[in-house]
């Protein structure tokens, strides 16, 4: 006696087609979910990655700046004063220890200046040894330059002075004293929007007292055939 006979239904091809264009649609959409998520991810790395190195940028001219040198770097044609301090309102340089772990030994000539880059300004940090500078031959490529910041819009550095009563005048952006260390330095950035910073403007107090730091610390450097002179309020002792 024979089994009665069954269909077997199966997928149609319609049906199949169907499950494919939905895996399909599943399947984009999962990966656009994905590619989001990574381009968000990577903008952060970025922002931090930014935020962290302007930190770090103002961090190291906070710190070689506070630690200014009234040591020469130069002379001036004709008068022959010293080069203490030169500052512009897009460049400045001074003289002040490296860190330990970037220097050979020794102060280092030390220049800040906002140059012109691909996406706005920059502001760059180069370096040169005090021992054996020369400031008649230096070159634009001398020293070794180091890119601090970019992404900048607008920057002005400022100076600040005591006046003859001892009381602090107005920000200049020219410092025309250059044998002279300035009391403090602005330096002030407007960063582009593209770059998502904010840079907060930084005064940065000199330690030494410019009004009479120069003329002490060359009175503490005896000349040759001179006698150091006795700090001020020192005992002096007697000679037998």
Known sequence: ??????DCAGFSLLEVLLA??????????????????????????????????????????RRELGRSLPLAFGQE????????FQGEKDFLRFVAPMPGHLSRGGPYVQTLELTRGRNGLQLVFTHNMLNGF???KLKPDDGQAVMLLDGIRRGRFEYRKFDDQNELE?????????????????ID???????????????IPLILDTSGGV?????????????????????????E
Do not use: C, Y
């Not at 107005?170 to 330095?185: H, K, Q």
């Not at 003329?215 to 000679?239: A, C, H, M, W």
């Open 189 to 203: 950035l407007e960063m582009t929007p593209e770059s998502g910073l904010i840079w907060p403007t930084m005064e």
């Open 170 to 186: 107005d920000w200049e952006d020219d410092w025309e004293n250059p044998s002279l260390l300035p009391v403090m330095v602005r």
């Open 20 to 61: 494919i264009t939905l895996l399909a649609l599943l399947l984009t959409g999962a990966m656009s979910g994905i590619r989001t998520a990574t381009r968000a991810m990577h903008a952060g790395e970025q922002t931090i990655e930014r935020t962290n190195r302007l930190r770090v940028a103002q961090e190291f001219i």
């Open 215 to 239: 003329r002490l610390f060359q009175q503490r450097v005896p000349q040759p055939g001179q006698t150091p002179n006795p700090p001020s309020g020192g005992v002096e002792t007697s000679k």
């Open 1 to 6: 006696m024979n089994a009665p006979h069954r």
């Open 77 to 84: 044609h004709g008068s022959g004063a010293n080069f203490v």
């Open 134 to 136: 020369d400031l008649d």
